[in-house]
């Protein structure tokens, strides 16, 4: 197995800032503060959210080794202060660049390689730029998934009627400009309130993409129950935005960073489950940037015996084979 060529620090010093604010959010469980939880207390609070079994299949579709899902958030203005209402015109046009110059950079390199991904995207992001839905229709190979209503910091809402409200109304408004109901989620901050996965179950998603129990696709338990749900995992050392944000200490070449994913891919690929990669187009669909990516792509097409999928495909393919 080879080492990276990025130096693990570098690595270190991206994670612990990229988690937003509201991965700190949550209800707490008591007024105690706690040390003092019974064990009841600190059971319940874990087992809110657990992985349940693994769904990796003994092989892929065509007797491929890896299943490789390459994603992309359509966050665009969403994150640039429209979620938090805070608008100053030059954050915004940065967001602007996403749909503007980014997506379509990102399909070309998609289209190029014949590979298909999953675009997870905010309602309002549709909203202001609808002709992104066509754009990622067009080949026929794509897919798009439910990222939130406004990329709201839905871990810190609380009334579980509001944010069942925003999911609703993103749902509904992606199958109105896409003209397909959505079958996949991801929370927009990775994250969960105490309400989220029972409204996730109660609209019928087929899969979920936020959290990070493991390397592998699992099933999500909800209080020890499965709940049927697949969840494709993310990670933060698989995500553009902590190591490709250039403000502040933790930007890191473009090229350093496709090395890690390497390497990631190829563990992948010997341990025989997936490789799933979350990309912005705003961030990854920079100059430099698609370079890395496209690197990245030759390197798994070189190797050979990938399956490349979009989520839905994949949590399907597993859900069947689980026999779910």
């Known amino acids: 197995m080879r080492s990276s060529s990025l130096p ?44 349940g079994r693994d769904l990796t299949p003994s092989e892929w579709p065509g007797g491929n080794r890896v299943a490789v899902l390459l994603s992309f958030d359509v966050d665009n203005e969403t994150v640039f202060g429209l979620r938090d209402g805070e608008i100053s015109v030059g954050p915004i046009t940065e967001g602007e660049y996403g749909s503007r110059v980014a997506l379509p950079r990102v399909l070309n390199l998609l289209d190029e390689y014949d590979v298909p991904a999953s675009f997870f995207i905010p309602a309002w992001s549709l909203k202001l730029a609808p002709q992104q839905a066509g754009m990622i229709q067009a080949s026929g190979r794509h897919e798009i998934g439910v990222h939130g209503w406004i990329h709201e910091r839905n871990s810190g809402i609380e009334d579980a009627a509001v944010e069942k409200r925003l999911l609703e109304q993103a749902l509904a408004t992606l199958t109105e400009i896409t003209g397909e109901r959505p079958v996949g989620y991801r929370a927009p901050s990775w994250n969960f309130s105490p309400n989220t996965l029972s409204i996730v179950r109660e609209l019928g998603f087929l899969y979920e993409s936020s959290l990070m129990s493991d390397d592998r696709p699992y099933e999500i338990l ?21 190591l490709l944000s250039p403000q502040g200490a933790r930007y890191s070449s473009p090229r350093d960073v496709m090395q890690v994913w390497i390497d990631e891919f190829d563990m992948a690929w010997e341990e025989g489950t997936i490789f799933l990669l979350t990309m912005h187009p705003h961030r990854i669909g920079h100059r430099s940037r698609i370079v890395a990516l496209e690197g990245l792509i030759q390197h798994m097409k070189a190797k050979g015996g990938v399956w490349f999928a979009t989520h839905r495909d994949a949590a399907s393919y597993v859900r069947e084979q689980a026999g779910m």
Do not use: K
Not at 236 to 241: F, G
């Open 222 to 242: 909800q209080n020890g129950e499965a709940t049927g749900i697949v969840e494709l995992p993310v990670d933060w050392t698989l995500d553009d935005a902590p």
């Open 8 to 51: 693990l620090a570098l690595v270190a010093l991206a994670l612990p800032s990229c988690a937003p604010p509201d991965a700190r959010s949550g209800s707490a469980m008591s007024d105690r503060p706690p040390w003092e939880w019974t064990e009841d207390e600190v059971r319940t609070a874990v087992n809110q959210v657990r992985a």
